[in-house]
């Protein structure tokens, strides 16, 4: 067996809440860089750099100790003091941090030389106050003013910027340890030190954060003490409560177990209709904001492990549902919001997030995570509830989703300052032809039609739910329509393959991308057509061995390190997994699940990066990381999630009392044992384990008459070849060597 290779940015990040702080691996924030402390969507500490008589001190290790805190480990190169020179690692610099809300610092200086010592400790700190949005795209514009004021009887730095109405503030206090209180000259904080040998220096910074009137207090405890912390107890509390695997693979379980921490440290506290709810942000360091796509996936990946993110997320992005035409947000009324910013730019609308509305998935996601929140809680008081948003939803669908009424969904921008594209895939590059050229709106793309078809069925069962047959109906009438539509317009028969989408004038665009694999899991792929998309999905082209690539390795404008046009994302893998079952395709679905387990093994602390390089994989490779990729990201952190539910078929039914199961464990995954999983009020501890080729399982806990074994095939499939026949003898070979 060979070295593995650990993959990973080479940084410190730690968050909680909407505070991110980002470093160098020193625990430094060296200027210029995209790195920072980030406070609601603003970096309001650009540079921070710590000097023993103005000489920088050396790297020993440092890392995140937990999602909120980390720990920082140097020591002294050789410098000059007035008490003569002191040799290099005479002295050892422990730094701690610990976000929650605001900052705490922790300084600690210990002599471990035989002399005394005396020096001055130098921490200097810098704040752009740039927005997010200009940080990321390295064009920063000083619009306001910038002030630095300094109380040496207080013993607090306060560094404000103003534009108009707009401020943020950061306030360090210095306090809580030993020696003569600091001065702050020539941009930096000062200390001045004085050690016998074997002694040791302590002293607390607090980074307390302003928005306009509204502080955002940090702890007070030291950052030791943060494992005992209110946030702390909630995050243990919370994942004591959400679905716990074991199993005999280490690799699967290690996985799965990083998505519970990232998720847990993803959530975000946002105001619902009439109380705080979380959702869960979508990434860092980019992304720690309301999402809708993002919100609305994660929850239904999460649907399994804690349903509760699928009901606050449909109560807060019902909160923020457009209820009029604004062409410069792109909203129109019942759409579902893309992003919510309240950064500078947001502030004065220099961008559109306030919030903007540029997506074309949201709202039909919104009506799937509806319907799977109410099958995985059983409330029918949730449907009661979200009915208002889901009928305006419907509405717009129908009336601008639906721009020029042929029945399919398309998007363009109407804004000055909106996305070219609309899907998940919403990179400018990312809608392109055969040959590489761009497409230009009205863009009409193949998933967008199959999360229409999925959401009209969805909303049919919750009509029958509410006992209104009439609309049920009908709905199944659209989504038959919207099926043979579909499958008349998008299949080629040529290729053997499904257009990536139709351009503005209704022609196929017969780029080979991952979107097709998506419309396995909406169902609207024609059953006997299922083979050929996996086959081709599977085909060395596409898929990478580390995962299924965004866009075929033969097409003109592939890039492995690219974005959207030839990377590796888990979460898209996720959901084609779970489509490859919904068809019949478990052992291509369990392929998949062990590419990204696989994948996930070499990244630091097995955690899924938002994306990685589509390189093609070999006995001596690994996953190559993109560069700027969120971690951690929170549909990469669900994406473990969605394959285990793929590969145990599961399926909640909580309104009828059932939870169905259809399991296929691979031989990579011999057992799995689920602890706590819920079903409405109830909750379930089952074991599966592979018997020869069958998969079995036993109820640990719970009724078990509630569990029973059906298939998740879709209605009317006749099922899928055998896996040699449908994905091709010599690749299955070489995916065996490989794994």
């Known amino acids: 067996m060979g070295f593995k290779v650990q993959v990973g940015p080479a940084q410190i990040a730690i968050h909680q809440g909407q505070t991110v702080f980002v470093t160098d691996p020193d625990g430094q924030v060296t200027w210029p860089s995209k790195r920072g402390l980030y406070f609601r969507d603003t970096r309001v500490i650009s540079a921070w750099a710590i000097y023993a008589n103005g000489v920088p001190w050396d790297f020993l290790n440092g890392g995140a100790v937990t999602a909120n805190a980390a720990r920082i480990f140097r020591t002294n190169s050789d410098f ?74 207080r013993q607090i730095l306060r560094i404000t910027y103003r534009n108009k109405d707009f401020c943020r503030e950061v306030l360090v206090r210095t306090g809580g340890g030993d020696g003569a209180p600091a001065v702050n000259a020539n941009g930096r904080l000062s200390f001045e030190i004085a050690l016998k040998p074997g002694e040791a220096w302590h002293r607390c910074l607090i980074y307390e954060l302003m928005d306009g009137e509204r502080r955002i207090r940090a702890p007070r405890e030291c950052a030791h003490a943060s494992k005992y912390s209110k946030h702390a107890v909630e995050m243990d509390d919370w994942q004591r409560r959400v679905l716990k695997i074991t199993t005999s693979n280490e690799e699967f379980y290690r996985c799965y177990n990083q998505g519970v921490l990232d998720m847990a440290a993803l959530r975000l506290p946002l105001n619902g209709t009439d ?86 998935d949201a709202t039909p996601l919104y009506l799937i995570a509806l319907h799977a929140a109410w099958r995985a809680t059983g409330d029918r008081t949730l449907i009661e509830r979200q009915l208002p948003n889901a009928e305006a939803c419907l509405t717009w669908i129908d009336k601008y989703g639906d721009r020029d009424g042929d029945g399919f969904q398309e998007y363009e921008t109407r804004s000055t300052a909106g996305y070219e594209n609309m899907g998940w895939k919403d990179a400018g590059n990312a809608v392109m032809y055969p040959d590489g050229t761009l497409l230009k709106g009205p863009k009409a793309l193949c998933e967008l039609q199959g999360y229409v078809y999925d959401a009209w069925l969805r909303m049919a069962d919750i009509y029958d739910e509410l006992d209104n047959k009439r609309r049920a109906n009908a709905l199944r009438k659209k989504a038959a329509e919207l099926f043979k539509k579909f499958n008349d317009a998008f299949w080629d028969e040529e290729s053997g393959f499904y257009a990536f989408a139709l351009d503005a004038e209704k022609k196929k665009v017969l780029s080979v991308t991952s979107n097709v694999g998506q419309c396995l899991w909406s169902g609207i792929i024609a059953p006997e057509r299922a083979a050929l998309v996996v086959k081709r999905l599977m085909r060395k082209d596409m898929w990478s061995g580390w995962g299924i690539r965004t866009l075929s390795s033969d097409h003109p404008s592939f890039n492995p390190y690219d974005y959207q046009t030839g990377a590796v994302w888990p979460h898209d893998n996720s959901i084609i997994a779970l489509g490859m079952r919904r068809y019949g395709f478990a052992a291509e679905a369990a392929m998949v699940a062990r590419d990204i387990s696989g994948a996930a093994s070499h990244f630091l602390l097995n955690q899924l990066p938002e994306l990685y390089g589509g390189l093609r994989r070999d006995e001596l490779s690994f ?99 055998d896996r040699e026949a449908s994905f091709g003898r010599e690749e299955v070979e070489e995916h065996g060597r490989h794994a």
């Not at 399991?663 to 011999?670: F, K, S």
């Open 80 to 153: 000059a003091s007035e008490d003569g020179p002191i040799a290099a690692r005479t002295l050892g610099l422990l730094i701690g941090r610990h976000v929650d809300g605001g900052m705490h610092e922790d300084v600690d200086i210990t002599n471990n030389g035989q002399k005394p010592v005396r020096f001055n400790l130098e921490i200097a700190i810098r704040a752009d106050f740039a927005d997010i949005f200009e940080v990321k795209s390295d064009d920063i514009v000083r619009r306001g003013r910038i002030t630095t004021v300094w109380s040496g009887k």
């Open 275 to 360: 109380r705080m709810v979380f959702v869960p942000a979508a990434g860092l360091p980019w992304f720690v904001a309301l999402f809708g796509r993002d919100t609305l996936i994660v929850s239904l990946q999460t649907m399994i492990v804690y349903p509760e993110f699928g009901a606050g997320a449909l109560e807060v992005l019902g909160r923020y549902q457009a209820t009029e035409r604004d062409d410069y947000r792109d909203a129109a009324p019942g759409k579902i919001l893309h992003e919510l910013r309240y950064g500078e730019l947001a502030h004065f609308k220099v961008i559109p997030h306030t919030p903007y509305y540029g997506t074309a």
């Open 623 to 721: 996953p190559v990381q993109y560069l700027g990729a969120n971690v951690p990201q929170a549909w990469a952190a669900g994406t473990p999630f969605m394959l285990l539910q793929a590969m145990l078929g599961l399926q909640q039914d909580a309104p009828r009392g059932k939870l169905y199961v259809d399991p296929a464990l691979p031989d990579w995954l011999p057992d799995v044992t689920l602890t706590d999983l819920r079903l409405g009020r109830s909750c379930f501890d089952i074991r599966f384990w592979r018997d020869g080729k069958e998969t079995l399982f036993k109820v640990m806990k719970g009724k078990r008459n509630v569990v029973e074994r059906r298939s998740m095939l879709l209605s009317g499939n006749t099922g899928a070849h």
